[in-house]
C-alpha cells in the first residue's frame, strides 16, 4: 500500500521512474540516484479508488517490473502481515519468512496434485540472502500465508495451521511464485500489524498500526539493503 511505501520512498529520496509501466496498468517505479534499488507499488484501483492490494496486483506488478529490469537480482517483498501469537508474533514483529503458501485456493479433487498446487508452497529456506538478514538482524522466520482476503474462514485457518504459518498477509505467496519462475531470490520484510489469534477484528487493529509499521519498515529497510548490497 501507499502508506507502507510513503516513508521509505522519502528516507532514501527515491524518484518516479516513468518508463517501467505499461499505462495501461496502475502501477508505479521509483528509484534512487544510482538506479540501484527500484520501489514497485500497486497504485490506486480505478474505480474505488483504494489502493491495490492483494495477489494479483503482486504478481502482475513484480512480473511486468521484472520484464523491464531483467537485471534485478533480489526482490525484496516489504509490507504488513497478520501475526499469529501462538507462533511467537506481537505488533510490530518482523518476520523474513522461510516459505510462502496460500491458504484460499482450495481445490480438492480427489487422486490428482490440484490440493497441493493450490495451496502453492515454495520453500525459501536455501535462500542464503534471506538467511543472512534474518539472523543479521534477528528476525524470525517461519510461513507466510497468502489470500485475497483481510479476514479467515475456518477452512483458511486449517490450512494455515497445516503450513504451520507464522504470519498471513495478501501478496508474499504470489511473488514468491513469481520470484522462483524468473530464478531471482527473494526477501520478505513483514512487520506484523494485527493478531490474527487475538481477539481484535484485523481491521480495527490494521488501521491503528499501519502507519508505525510503515516507520518500523523504513526503520528496517536500510538495514535490509544494506545486507543484500554487501553479498552483491
Ligand atoms: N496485512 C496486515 N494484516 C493482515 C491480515 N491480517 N491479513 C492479511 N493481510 C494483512
Given at each position: 500500500?501507499?502508506?507502507?511505501?510513503?516513508?521509505?520512498?522519502?528516507?532514501?529520496?527515491?524518484?518516479?521512474?516513468?518508463?517501467?509501466?505499461?499505462?495501461?496498468?496502475?502501477?508505479?517505479?521509483?528509484?534512487?540516484?544510482?538506479?540501484?534499488?527500484?520501489?514497485?507499488?500497486?497504485?490506486?484501483?480505478?474505480?474505488?479508488?483504494?489502493?491495490?492490494?492483494?495477489t494479483?496486483?503482486?504478481?502482475?506488478?513484480?512480473?511486468?517490473?521484472?520484464?523491464?529490469?531483467p537485471?534485478?537480482?533480489?526482490?525484496?517483498?516489504?509490507?504488513?502481515c497478520?501475526?499469529?501469537?501462538?507462533?511467537?508474533?506481537?505488533?510490530?514483529?518482523?518476520?523474513?519468512?522461510?516459505?510462502?503458501?496460500?491458504h484460499?485456493?482450495?481445490?480438492?479433487?480427489?487422486?490428482?496434485?490440484?490440493?497441493?498446487?493450490?495451496?502453492?508452497?515454495?520453500?525459501?529456506t536455501?535462500?542464503?540472502?534471506?538467511?543472512?538478514?534474518?539472523?543479521?538482524?534477528?528476525?524470525?522466520?517461519?510461513?507466510?500465508?497468502?489470500?485475497?482476503?483481510?479476514?479467515?474462514?475456518?477452512?483458511?485457518d486449517?490450512?494455515?495451521?497445516?503450513?504451520?504459518?507464522?504470519?498471513?498477509?495478501?501478496?508474499?505467496?504470489?511473488?514468491?511464485?513469481?520470484a522462483?519462475?524468473?530464478?531471482?531470490?527473494?526477501?520478505g520484510?513483514k512487520?506484523v500489524t494485527?493478531?490474527?489469534?487475538?481477539?481484535k477484528?484485523?481491521?480495527?487493529?490494521?488501521?491503528?498500526?499501519?502507519?508505525?509499521?510503515?516507520?518500523?519498515?523504513?526503520?528496517s529497510?536500510?538495514?535490509?539493503l544494506?545486507?543484500?548490497?554487501?553479498?552483491?
Amino acid at each position: 500500500m501507499e502508506a507502507e511505501a510513503a516513508p521509505t520512498i522519502k528516507k532514501l529520496a527515491l524518484q518516479v521512474l516513468p518508463t517501467v509501466f505499461p499505462s495501461a496498468l496502475p502501477y508505479q517505479c521509483y528509484t534512487d540516484s544510482t538506479k540501484s534499488l527500484y520501489l514497485v507499488t500497486s497504485g490506486k484501483d480505478a474505480t474505488h479508488a483504494v489502493d491495490n492490494v492483494g495477489t494479483m496486483h503482486a504478481a502482475l506488478a513484480v512480473s511486468t517490473a521484472l520484464m523491464a529490469l531483467p537485471d534485478i537480482k533480489v526482490i525484496v517483498n516489504a509490507g504488513t502481515c497478520g501475526g499469529f501469537i501462538k507462533r511467537g508474533c506481537k505488533i510490530g514483529t518482523v518476520v523474513i519468512p522461510t516459505k510462502g503458501a496460500f491458504h484460499d485456493r482450495r481445490i480438492v479433487i480427489p487422486s490428482t496434485p490440484f490440493e497441493q498446487y493450490g495451496i502453492g508452497a515454495t520453500d525459501l529456506t536455501s535462500c542464503a540472502i534471506a538467511n543472512e538478514v534474518r539472523e543479521k538482524l534477528g528476525y524470525l522466520g517461519g510461513c507466510c500465508s497468502s489470500g485475497d482476503s483481510l479476514d479467515h474462514s475456518k477452512e483458511d485457518d486449517e490450512i494455515m495451521e497445516g503450513n504451520e504459518a507464522v504470519v498471513k498477509c495478501m501478496e508474499f505467496a504470489a511473488i514468491s511464485q513469481v520470484a522462483k519462475m524468473w530464478g531471482k531470490d527473494l526477501v520478505g520484510v513483514k512487520v506484523v500489524t494485527d493478531l490474527v489469534d487475538g481477539d481484535k477484528p484485523a481491521f480495527e487493529e490494521f488501521m491503528a498500526n499501519l502507519s508505525s509499521a510503515a516507520e518500523a519498515l523504513q526503520a528496517s529497510i536500510p538495514q535490509v539493503l544494506e545486507i543484500i548490497k554487501k553479498e552483491e
